[in-house]
């Protein structure tokens, strides 16, 4: 196996390197085993060494080290993702960023970080001088800036700032190419599609410009009701209210909340449908009375605080949502679906009433191309994989479209084509030997 | 009631006011009595002669009360004033009487959780003073910042710069709670919270006077200027929109002009290539890239960028040719010049503004000013109007409702011929509370019919 080979471990020495079976092991896996379909596909997949870079510098070592003797290398951040974006198809090494965690400079609404700061470091330095991320997955505490950007879409702060893709959210990558000898290029502009999302596939992010966004002091609210269908229309109506201004805005149908922890019981009524929400706190009240006068009620309202103690609301939200119902019953899985624009609500209430508690509606609303929108993240009580499939088809004939959480495949995400093109293109140029994370772009693997 | 009006003995009322400062003097008084109506050749013929008799200029919410209470029985009309820069003669006393200026009711009360609690009086501008060193910034203001007062936008304004972000006065969540105090022989103070507010905001001081008011504040952005220029309108409109649309990319303003309203902007000109139309916009300063390859991309050039200005600078803040001051620019150049206020909206409403330049060409150039309206992008059309006759305004006026763009009437100065259309039920019914002998400011809610009311004159 090259990568014990001793002319390669030469070629990294100095390096921090872990080759033990267990850690090997371990840290090759991300979330995937949410999909039983994944799961069956992926478990057992390990790199054979991990390295741990400090600098970029390292960074390129290994890089020329894997392009001189053509092994495979796959790049983890905090492996947080849920379609096996990490996991090694092919062996090789993995390189491990956590300890590429220096933040460069916060200063007028920017951020650059090292890919390896956790995402819950970096808002916390952010909020120290008066910004905060504009928008962070649910695994907020443990994912970092380099996983987020190279696996992850959106997320709460997306009800406000849009999708990570959108112009202006990224500013900037810098990447190094896998190659004999390996280039540091910076992306910046539409050229950073060519890294974003995809899974590392085309290049090894080290550095991230971020767009910031002022820091607010949020208030956390659960509102729960009776119906539905009030539910659904009172998310979108919340999200709609420009004068309201929101960072989480989350629809979970009953029984969902009965798989929720670590919330009073008073929070989460018996047979209601909740809609989770963070709102600035000036605007607090006005979600309160959008609550009443919708016949909903307001369950919880704290302060969002920074406290390793307290489990946050977004903890349940997202792709926590699907974990917080796996943790307690294993047989559940999940789809992703989006949903059509201008009748997403009428799709949301339709599919719920399609599938009743076999497929526990759960949407994310946010904004897209300046509308209010959802996309959702439904939880489903698995049966087998024909029948999972047989949901998808019963979703389609709603306009509800799905973005494939079952399957490790960059492309069926829903890549737009564009985008698509534009990393192939770039794969070609920095990765001409096909090493970066191999399997997961098909259009590589197809030529 | 003009009449009896004349009858009163103003300097007496003014004695029996003491303390409280007066004016007589029948120049200034005629000065406190109007606002930016003369934009409009039609208001013009119709308020130009309007004055009140005394302007009243309490310091306290005490003094409003006995002022208040004190004209309440001597059946003298009231109509508040804040900085007199509304465009319709919202603010004027076409009845006469008092003037009451509340712009001596000044103080900023509070500033917590990003919530300012402040006087109807207080400028825009000293609100921000005080706020923005501790990080937070009017959410959206008129184009009239430096003069204007937050009770007079609030009771006669609608939105402005910041619009593009939080939609305006009307949106849910942009006014908190409002002290309003009645006009009854004993004048009541009243709090309204959440969505009460909505039966005083833009009700022209008609139904009761706002002393206090509690707005949420936005987190202060540092802020860029820019201009983008167009070979043609339809392309610097469709960027209007694309950057409406940019979830990503932070803007306080987005302003597009044609060059017939261009050409207007005396102290831009220099950067300002003729012929072209343009986009005035307020960027935050780490969306500037995004918006630099967004405006490349949409066959825009950028002519003309700073930091948010200061007030020192030879060219004014850019949002000061923005908004109801697009047409001051032009009004300075030819007096003969007004405008229009509409709503392009609906999935089609480019094609709208389209069809718009397409009819009237020069005769009404475009300002198109994009917002939010109800959680999408529209844009306001505040074109200008090459004036030649009330009925050929009004047969503009007419083609664009029959395209399906709503117009906010600016020549009209009847609340529900503005910018409302209908009667507002819950504006009228508080009216009738608060005010039921209809002395303020009257004339300006048209559904409104006061209960029997005796002549005014002074209190035996």
């Given at each position: 196996m090259i990568a014990t080979d001793p002319a390669f471990r030469a070629a990294l020495d100095g390096l921090e390197l872990v080759d033990h079976p267990v850690q090997l092991r371990l840290r090759s896996r991300d979330f995937y085993w949410y999909s039983p379909i994944l799961k069956a596909e992926l478990d057992g997949k390990a790199a054979d060494l991990i390295v741990v870079p400090r600098t970029v510098d390292e960074v390129v070592r290994v890089a020329a080290a894997c392009a001189r003797f053509g092994v495979p290398l796959v790049v983890r951040g905090g492996a947080t993702g849920n379609y096996g974006q990490m996991v090694p198809l092919h062996g090789g090494v993995l390189l491990d960023?956590?300890?590429?965690?220096?933040?460069?400079w916060i200063e007028r609404g920017r951020g650059r970080f090292e890919a390896g700061v956790r995402l819950g470091d970096a808002d916390v330095l952010c909020q120290e001088q008066g910004w905060e991320l504009r928008m962070f997955p649910s695994t907020r505490r443990q994912a970092t800036v380099g996983g987020y950007v190279c696996g992850g879409a959106a997320g709460v702060g997306s009800i406000r700032y849009g999708q990570l893709r959108d112009a202006g959210s990224v500013l900037a990558l810098k990447v190094v190419t896998c190659e004999p000898v390996p280039r540091l290029i910076e992306l910046r502009g539409v050229d950073i599609g060519k890294a974003l999302h995809a899974y590392g596939t085309t290049s090894i992010v080290v550095e991230v410009e971020l767009a910031l966004a002022p820091a607010y002091p949020w208030v956390e609210m659960v509102a729960a009701f009776d119906d539905f269908a009030a539910a659904s229309q009172f998310a979108q109506a919340l999200g709609e209210s420009d004068g309201i201004f929101l960072k989480l805005d989350s629809l979970m149908a009953w029984p969902l909340p009965r798989y929720f922890r670590g919330l009073e019981e008073e929070t989460l009524p018996e047979g209601r449908h909740i809609v989770m929400i963070m709102v600035a706190a000036g605007n607090a009240g006005t979600v309160r009375d959008l609550v009443r006068e919708r016949g909903g009620a307001v369950t919880l309202e704290r302060r969002y605080v920074e406290d390793r103690a307290i489990t946050p609301i977004y903890e349940y939200t997202w792709n926590h949502t699907t974990l917080q119902a796996l943790k307690v019953d294993k047989t559940v899985t999940y789809l992703q679906t989006i949903f059509p624009l201008g009748a997403n609500v009428e799709a949301l209430i339709a599919s719920h009433e399609m599938f009743g508690e076999e497929v526990m509606a759960h949407a994310e609303f946010q904004r897209r191309q300046g509308r209010t929108n959802c996309s959702s993240l439904q939880v489903v009580r698995y049966r087998d994989e024909a029948r999972l499939w047989e949901i998808v088809r019963g979703m389609e004939t709603l306009g509800i479209r799905l973005s494939n959480p079952h399957s490790y495949i960059l492309e069926d995400k829903g890549a737009r084509v564009l985008s698509a093109d534009l990393q192939l293109a770039f794969k070609r140029e920095a990765d001409p030997l096909g090493l970066l994370n191999p399997g997961k772009m098909s259009r590589w693997t197809a030529t | 009631m003009d009449g009896d009006m004349k009858a009163i003995d103003w300097q007496a009322v003014a004695a029996d006011l003491a303390p409280i400062e007066c004016i007589t003097d029948r120049a200034l008084v005629r000065q406190k009595s109007r606002d930016f109506f003369w934009y409009s050749p039609v208001l013009n013929e119709r308020l130009k002669g309007v004055r009140g008799d005394l302007v009243v200029l309490p310091t306290s919410e005490d003094e409003v009360v006995r002022t208040l209470a004190y004209c309440h029985a001597s059946r003298i009309p009231v109509t508040p004033r804040g900085a007199g820069t509304g465009n319709y003669g919202q603010a004027m006393p076409i009845e006469g009487g008092v003037v009451l200026d509340l712009s001596r009711l000044d103080r900023f009360l509070s500033l917590k959780d990003g919530v300012a609690r402040v006087q109807a009086g207080l400028k825009l501008m000293d609100l921000e003073a005080k706020s923005l060193p501790q990080g937070w910034e009017l959410r959206f203001h008129p184009s009239t910042r430096r003069t204007a007062t937050i009770g007079g936008f609030i009771a006669g304004g609608s939105g402005g710069v910041g619009s593009i972000q939080f939609g305006g006065l009307r949106s849910r969540g942009n006014v908190l709670g409002l002290r309003v105090i009645t006009m009854e022989e004993k004048p009541r103070v009243l709090e309204l919270r959440g969505e009460e507010v909505m039966q005083a905001i833009h009700a022209y001081g008609t139904n009761g006077i706002i002393t206090e008011l509690e707005i949420p504040l936005a987190r202060a952005w540092p802020w860029h200027e820019a201009v983008v220029a167009f070979n043609d309108i339809g392309r610097a409109s469709a960027f209007g929109n694309a950057l409406g649309e940019a979830d990503g990319i932070t803007k306080k303003l987005i302003s597009v002009f044609d060059w017939g309203a261009a050409q207007y902007f005396k102290p831009l000109l220099t950067h300002l290539p003729a012929g072209q139309a343009v986009a005035l916009c307020l960027i935050a300063e780490p969306s500037r890239e995004a918006f630099a390859v967004l405006a490349n991309d949409s066959g825009g050039r950028i002519v003309f960028e700073r930091a948010a200005a200061g007030d020192a600078e030879d060219i004014p803040p850019l949002h000061e040719f923005t908004w109801n001051h697009t047409t001051l620019w032009a009004l300075k150049a030819d007096r003969t010049i007004t405008y229009l206020q509409c709503l392009f909206d609906g999935p089609d409403y480019l094609d709208k503004i389209a069809r718009a330049i397409a009819i009237f060409g020069d005769e009404t150039p475009m300002h198109l000013e994009f917002t939010r309206v109800e959680g999408h992008v529209a844009a306001f059309g505040l074109q200008l109007v090459r004036f030649t006759s009330e009925q050929r305004l009004y047969e503009i006026i007419a083609w664009l409702e029959a395209a399906g763009c709503p117009v906010a009437d600016p020549h009209t100065f009847v609340l529900e011929d503005g910018g409302m259309k209908t009667i507002d039920e819950a504006q009228l019914a508080f009216k009738r509370q608060n005010d039921p002998l209809g002395l303020l400011n009257p004339g300006k809610m048209k559904a409104f019919s006061p209960t029997a009311c005796p002549a005014a004159g002074r209190p035996a």
């Amino acid at each position: 196996m090259i990568a014990t080979d001793p002319a390669f471990r030469a070629a990294l020495d100095g390096l921090e390197l872990v080759d033990h079976p267990v850690q090997l092991r371990l840290r090759s896996r991300d979330f995937y085993w949410y999909s039983p379909i994944l799961k069956a596909e992926l478990d057992g997949k390990a790199a054979d060494l991990i390295v741990v870079p400090r600098t970029v510098d390292e960074v390129v070592r290994v890089a020329a080290a894997c392009a001189r003797f053509g092994v495979p290398l796959v790049v983890r951040g905090g492996a947080t993702g849920n379609y096996g974006q990490m996991v090694p198809l092919h062996g090789g090494v993995l390189l491990d960023m956590a300890r590429l965690d220096r933040t460069l400079w916060i200063e007028r609404g920017r951020g650059r970080f090292e890919a390896g700061v956790r995402l819950g470091d970096a808002d916390v330095l952010c909020q120290e001088q008066g910004w905060e991320l504009r928008m962070f997955p649910s695994t907020r505490r443990q994912a970092t800036v380099g996983g987020y950007v190279c696996g992850g879409a959106a997320g709460v702060g997306s009800i406000r700032y849009g999708q990570l893709r959108d112009a202006g959210s990224v500013l900037a990558l810098k990447v190094v190419t896998c190659e004999p000898v390996p280039r540091l290029i910076e992306l910046r502009g539409v050229d950073i599609g060519k890294a974003l999302h995809a899974y590392g596939t085309t290049s090894i992010v080290v550095e991230v410009e971020l767009a910031l966004a002022p820091a607010y002091p949020w208030v956390e609210m659960v509102a729960a009701f009776d119906d539905f269908a009030a539910a659904s229309q009172f998310a979108q109506a919340l999200g709609e209210s420009d004068g309201i201004f929101l960072k989480l805005d989350s629809l979970m149908a009953w029984p969902l909340p009965r798989y929720f922890r670590g919330l009073e019981e008073e929070t989460l009524p018996e047979g209601r449908h909740i809609v989770m929400i963070m709102v600035a706190a000036g605007n607090a009240g006005t979600v309160r009375d959008l609550v009443r006068e919708r016949g909903g009620a307001v369950t919880l309202e704290r302060r969002y605080v920074e406290d390793r103690a307290i489990t946050p609301i977004y903890e349940y939200t997202w792709n926590h949502t699907t974990l917080q119902a796996l943790k307690v019953d294993k047989t559940v899985t999940y789809l992703q679906t989006i949903f059509p624009l201008g009748a997403n609500v009428e799709a949301l209430i339709a599919s719920h009433e399609m599938f009743g508690e076999e497929v526990m509606a759960h949407a994310e609303f946010q904004r897209r191309q300046g509308r209010t929108n959802c996309s959702s993240l439904q939880v489903v009580r698995y049966r087998d994989e024909a029948r999972l499939w047989e949901i998808v088809r019963g979703m389609e004939t709603l306009g509800i479209r799905l973005s494939n959480p079952h399957s490790y495949i960059l492309e069926d995400k829903g890549a737009r084509v564009l985008s698509a093109d534009l990393q192939l293109a770039f794969k070609r140029e920095a990765d001409p030997l096909g090493l970066l994370n191999p399997g997961k772009m098909s259009r590589w693997t197809a030529t | 009631m003009d009449g009896d009006m004349k009858a009163i003995d103003w300097q007496a009322v003014a004695a029996d006011l003491a303390p409280i400062e007066c004016i007589t003097d029948r120049a200034l008084v005629r000065q406190k009595s109007r606002d930016f109506f003369w934009y409009s050749p039609v208001l013009n013929e119709r308020l130009k002669g309007v004055r009140g008799d005394l302007v009243v200029l309490p310091t306290s919410e005490d003094e409003v009360v006995r002022t208040l209470a004190y004209c309440h029985a001597s059946r003298i009309p009231v109509t508040p004033r804040g900085a007199g820069t509304g465009n319709y003669g919202q603010a004027m006393p076409i009845e006469g009487g008092v003037v009451l200026d509340l712009s001596r009711l000044d103080r900023f009360l509070s500033l917590k959780d990003g919530v300012a609690r402040v006087q109807a009086g207080l400028k825009l501008m000293d609100l921000e003073a005080k706020s923005l060193p501790q990080g937070w910034e009017l959410r959206f203001h008129p184009s009239t910042r430096r003069t204007a007062t937050i009770g007079g936008f609030i009771a006669g304004g609608s939105g402005g710069v910041g619009s593009i972000q939080f939609g305006g006065l009307r949106s849910r969540g942009n006014v908190l709670g409002l002290r309003v105090i009645t006009m009854e022989e004993k004048p009541r103070v009243l709090e309204l919270r959440g969505e009460e507010v909505m039966q005083a905001i833009h009700a022209y001081g008609t139904n009761g006077i706002i002393t206090e008011l509690e707005i949420p504040l936005a987190r202060a952005w540092p802020w860029h200027e820019a201009v983008v220029a167009f070979n043609d309108i339809g392309r610097a409109s469709a960027f209007g929109n694309a950057l409406g649309e940019a979830d990503g990319i932070t803007k306080k303003l987005i302003s597009v002009f044609d060059w017939g309203a261009a050409q207007y902007f005396k102290p831009l000109l220099t950067h300002l290539p003729a012929g072209q139309a343009v986009a005035l916009c307020l960027i935050a300063e780490p969306s500037r890239e995004a918006f630099a390859v967004l405006a490349n991309d949409s066959g825009g050039r950028i002519v003309f960028e700073r930091a948010a200005a200061g007030d020192a600078e030879d060219i004014p803040p850019l949002h000061e040719f923005t908004w109801n001051h697009t047409t001051l620019w032009a009004l300075k150049a030819d007096r003969t010049i007004t405008y229009l206020q509409c709503l392009f909206d609906g999935p089609d409403y480019l094609d709208k503004i389209a069809r718009a330049i397409a009819i009237f060409g020069d005769e009404t150039p475009m300002h198109l000013e994009f917002t939010r309206v109800e959680g999408h992008v529209a844009a306001f059309g505040l074109q200008l109007v090459r004036f030649t006759s009330e009925q050929r305004l009004y047969e503009i006026i007419a083609w664009l409702e029959a395209a399906g763009c709503p117009v906010a009437d600016p020549h009209t100065f009847v609340l529900e011929d503005g910018g409302m259309k209908t009667i507002d039920e819950a504006q009228l019914a508080f009216k009738r509370q608060n005010d039921p002998l209809g002395l303020l400011n009257p004339g300006k809610m048209k559904a409104f019919s006061p209960t029997a009311c005796p002549a005014a004159g002074r209190p035996a």
